[in-house]
């Protein structure tokens, strides 16, 4: 391996606070941050408001209700709202096992992912994480005799599209939603953890292999595998630029599993995503002070300064606008290897999306002419 830094453990009653007093309370309540005394943190003259909005943006309205649970001078919306969402998930879980049956009936393998199964896995209840929909993931060649399940559970496809569209989807895209009666967006249907443009290519056939069962309420689930799992939430997070303070509580529970960390290294090097690694874990075990301790390759040049940028502008519940020049140029560089680079750069210009096949009606003879329609709207996009 080559020469390593290392995340060394430290309590953060000696680290000097960085945060706004809100931003301090949300952070300590995701239960990382070594010997914190949350009380303290609840001063009189804290802004609640903030407090709330902060939590929802970051996802963590579950882990800030159990850390404050009993403790003085915490409005009731912070339980009322952790109970909706306990009754959200149990719904969640409800639905999530009739897909499970349904898919069994049918021979239908599936991986459970994030939602319910992972907040399982990670803190033992699945109310303890705070999501908004299901997730599954499906083999490619699947895809349709999942599809066909669903419909027949009542469930309504978000897109639809003509057999050639369902073709390039699936080639170039990663999900495909679904609503359930007035929920329009209850279900994802994955076959690939990111678009085909990011050129990070999972093999989703060794996910399965290596999925691990957990139970779910009385429900044997398969998920994946915990060493795979830290490198998917490490890009999913990235997707996201790392915006989501409840997404790197994710990864730092998920990192003081017994994880093969050496696998974890090479893999993301066989991936190019050994940088997008490295910042996940740097802004880790700089929020949480090392809830990380393991031996890190020499940082890639311009991990830590990505990672130090997404520390800092956490606490300003960033949005980031992924349909922006600058989003692409930060997802740029987030990679450590050229030629993932120029092979993102090329399919962003001309992978044709839904938004291409929404704005033109182009008959499926003629599906290629959509790359023009691709590159010709990105153009007016940058350009203007």
């Known amino acids: 391996m080559a020469a390593a830094t290392q995340i060394e453990a430290r309590h953060i009653s000696a680290h000097p606070r960085r945060f706004d007093p809100e931003f301090e309370l949300i952070l300590a309540c995701c239960g990382h941050a070594g010997q914190v005394d949350i009380t303290s ?3 009189p003259d804290l802004d609640w408001q903030r407090v709330f909005e902060s939590a929802e943006h970051h996802r963590l309205i579950p882990a800030m209700h ?7 001078g915490v409005p009731s919306i912070v339980r009322v709202r952790a109970h909706k969402h306990a009754w959200r998930v149990l719904h969640f879980t409800v639905e999530l096992m009739k897909i499970a049956r349904c898919f069994e009936q049918r021979g239908i393998e599936f991986l459970a992912h994030k939602g319910p199964a992972l907040a399982q896995l990670l803190y033992g209840n699945p109310a303890m994480r705070q999501f908004g929909d299901l997730d599954v993931i499906v083999r490619s060649r699947d895809f349709a005799r999942a599809k066909d399940a669903l419909m027949e559970s009542g469930y309504d496809p978000g897109l639809q599209l003509s057999p050639r569209q369902e ?3 699936l080639r170039s895209g990663y999900e495909c939603s679904f ?3 007035s929920e329009r ?3 994802e ?4 953890i990111v678009p085909r443009f990011y050129s990070i290519d999972f093999d989703v056939d060794a996910l399965f292999s290596r999925s691990v069962q957990i139970d779910l309420d009385g429900l044997s689930l398969r998920t994946m595998g915990h060493d795979d799992m830290l490198l998917v939430l490490c890009v999913h997070a990235a997707k996201h630029e790392w915006a989501e303070l409840g997404m790197l509580r994710d990864i730092a529970t998920l990192a003081q599993f017994q994880l093969d960390w050496n696998w974890i290294f090479s893999e993301a090097r066989q991936l190019g ?3 997008i690694l490295q910042v996940s874990l740097l802004a880790v075990g700089d ?3 090392a809830s990380v301790r393991t031996q890190l390759p020499s940082a890639t040049q311009g991990a830590a300064e990505l990672a130090s940028a997404v520390v800092a502008r956490l606490q300003g519940d960033y949005e980031p606008d992924t349909q922006s020049t600058r989003y692409f140029s930060t997802q740029l560089q987030t990679r450590e290897r050229w030629r993932d680079r120029a092979r993102f750069v090329w399919r962003l210009l001309t992978t044709p999306s839904v938004q291409e096949w929404q704005a033109i009606q182009i008959p499926d003879a003629y599906f290629v002419l959509y790359r023009g329609v691709r590159i010709g709207r990105l153009m007016k996009r940058f350009l203007t």
């Open 273 to 275: 995503i050994l940088k």
């Open 41 to 43: 943190l609840l001063t």
């Open 189 to 192: 249907l994955q076959w690939q």
């Open 179 to 181: 609503g359930l009666n």
């Open 185 to 187: 967006n209850l279900l």
């Open 66 to 72: 159990s850390a404050l649970s009993g403790k003085n």
């Open 167 to 169: 073709k390039s989807l």
């Open 287 to 289: 929020l949480f002070h």
